[in-house]
């Protein structure tokens, strides 16, 4: 039984992962600046005056929210698709940057600026799709089900 194995490109994908893994922390980093300007004491997740540091918590809070699913979803498309895989979670990282900055200023409909970190979501799953079929022999043999459309 063989191993599991990566094209060489994979590389792009590990450094897509620390990359996103620093946006994160770019992120925390605001959030612990904003803690101590508005001062909002940890273990305090949100002010109950504060409104725009509320908005930098959650800035934050909903990257990490989708942290999980976005790391799965780049990684298996990663093993296919390693440079298309890698350069959608860069524009990934850019479109948090951008969702938070836009939140930041207190009008949470600004965060809409970074909304298409839902159309990179969407390439990843294309591309999981992609890999799914061609391990599976879609388009070998069907749809993978040992018969063939005519």
């Known amino acids: 039984m063989g191993g599991v194995s990566v094209p060489r490109e994979f590389g792009y994908v590990i450094l897509t992962v620390l990359g996103s893994w620093g946006t994160l922390m770019y992120l925390a980093v605001n959030v612990s600046k904003a803690r101590k300007k508005y001062n909002v004491q940890p273990p305090i997740m949100y002010s109950d005056t504060e409104h725009v540091y509320n908005c930098i918590q959650r800035a934050h809070q909903n990257a990490l929210e989708c942290y999980p699913s976005f790391l799965v979803l780049l990684l298996l498309a990663g093993m296919k698709y390693p440079r298309g895989a890698s350069a959608a979670g860069v524009v ?34 294309g591309m999981c799709l992609g890999h799914a079929g061609s391990l599976l022999g879609w388009g070998r043999r069907g749809w993978g089900w040992g018969w063939r459309w005519h």
């Not at 970074?114 to 799953?125: C, D, K, N, R, S």
């Open 92 to 125: 990934w990282c850019m479109g948090r940057i951008h969702y938070a900055h836009g939140y930041y200023t207190g009008d949470p409909d600004k965060r809409r600026k970074g909304a298409y970190i839902h159309l990179v979501e969407l390439a990843l799953i």
